[in-house]
């Protein structure tokens, strides 16, 4: 009888353990910068110096991983009246959860850092305005909003 007591006791205490377990990692989960922090070495291209303004139409909306090791992310292409520029927006994973959404066709104003990479003029985008919607992805500093902290 001792030790039917006893199964039963540790298969309680297994039971309740795992369930916690489970319920507190629901619906959580860490993202990490996945490469795209301010202190990584794509997060470093970003110049305050190189502060501008574009707009144009959004030819398309890519996912793209810019770097070995980097997590996807979110990559526009915005035709100008000067011509095409390659916008990195941030990771894909925050970007899809935002709720202004940007598609094909989309008039857009992007304020952004003007950085060369792979050899090629792009932007790192600070915001991006689509008609009366702001999606904010940068402070000033080039901090990325998805960080949930900067520098004191």
Do not use: C
């Not at 598609?103 to 932007?123: L, Y």
């Amino acid at each position: 009888m001792k030790s039917i007591m006893m199964l039963i006791s540790m298969a309680i205490l297994l039971n309740v353990t795992f369930t916690s377990e489970a319920i507190a990692q629901q619906g959580m989960s860490w993202h990490g910068s996945g490469g795209w922090g301010h202190g990584s070495q794509y997060g470093m291209m970003y110049d305050p110096q190189t502060i501008e303004s574009i707009s144009g139409d959004v030819v398309s909306v890519d996912k793209v991983t810019l770097m070995h090791g980097m997590h996807y992310g979110v990559h526009l292409t915005v035709k100008t009246a000067e011509g095409n520029v390659s916008v990195h927006l941030g990771p894909a994973w925050y970007i899809e959860n935002q709720d202004v959404k940007i598609t094909p066709n989309d008039k857009v104003t992007i304020k952004g850092s003007r950085i060369t990479f792979d050899g090629q003029p792009a932007m790192i985008a600070i915001e991006v305005r689509k008609g009366n919607e702001v999606l904010t992805l940068r402070d000033p500093e080039g901090y990325p909003v998805w960080s949930g902290w900067k520098r004191q």
